[in-house]
């Protein structure tokens, strides 16, 4: 979930289970979210996003889940392999990001670490 | 390229020189964004190009702080007179469009303020 502070919420699994990373949103306006994974040393890259007129949008592996009602998002992680050890990152936008919907506000992310 | 590039990858400088920072979005793509992320922190918006249309700078941190973009594509990032606080990863991202497009980012400047 998302974190207060400079400390990071952590998962932890073992290889081959699955994984669920939530995020907490505060703007109801927001209507469009993403998730990304960052790499050490790397550039967060694009893993699925969903607008709100659905709740839920299955990628490769991947499960995004979207609950208006509580701005509760969730990502799913199929079979959790060593590979996806990452920092997990939801970002939001939507009509009232200052006028915009470009403005992406990103949350504090959350560390997966898959055990062998 | 296939990938927004960034460069350079590694910046170490001395407090109060001045750097520039250089992104080259993926082809086609309109808008142009600059993030700051510090040590341990979520992304903080910078700045955002699109088209022709004058860009939003709302995210500049102070007047230091400054970015272009050229012919609708490479855009630079400019910090003058930097100072310690300034130490983070500068990304960049580029989208087709603005609305409701994902942003691809590249992989970041990393800057050191001695």
């Known amino acids: 979930g998302e974190s207060v502070g400079l400390h990071l919420p952590t998962l932890s699994v073992q290889e081959g289970d699955n994984s669920i990373i939530n995020c907490a949103y505060s703007n109801s306006a927001s209507d469009y979210f993403i998730w990304y994974k960052q790499e050490s040393g790397k550039g967060p890259q694009f893993i699925i996003d969903?607008?709100?007129?659905?709740d839920k949008r299955q990628g490769q592996r991947v499960t995004v889940l979207l609950n208006k009602t509580v701005k509760h998002l969730s990502l799913q992680i199929a079979a959790t392999q060593p590979g996806d050890s990452a920092v997990y990152f939801c970002a939001e936008t939507g009509a009232n990001s200052g006028g915009s919907n470009y403005k992406l506000t990103f949350g504090k992310g959350t560390l997966l670490t898959v055990n062998p | 390229g296939a990938g927004v590039s960034q460069s350079p990858s590694n910046k170490v400088t001395e407090k109060g020189k001045d750097v520039e920072l250089r992104c080259d979005p993926i082809s086609g793509h309109t808008a142009l964004y600059w993030y700051r992320q510090s040590l341990g922190q979520g992304l903080e918006f910078l700045i955002y190009?699109?088209?022709?249309?004058?860009?939003?700078k709302s995210g500049l941190p102070s007047d230091r702080f400054s970015a272009e973009r050229t012919g609708g594509s490479v855009s630079t990032l400019t910090i003058q007179r930097t100072q310690q606080e300034d130490s983070a990863v500068y990304l960049c991202?580029?989208?087709?469009?603005?609305?409701?497009?994902?942003?691809?980012f590249g992989d970041g400047t990393r800057l050191s303020i001695l």
């Open positions: 190009f699109q088209g022709n249309s004058a860009p939003d």
């Open positions: 991202a580029s989208s087709l469009r603005d609305s409701n497009q994902p942003q691809h």
């Open positions: 969903i607008r709100s007129n659905m």
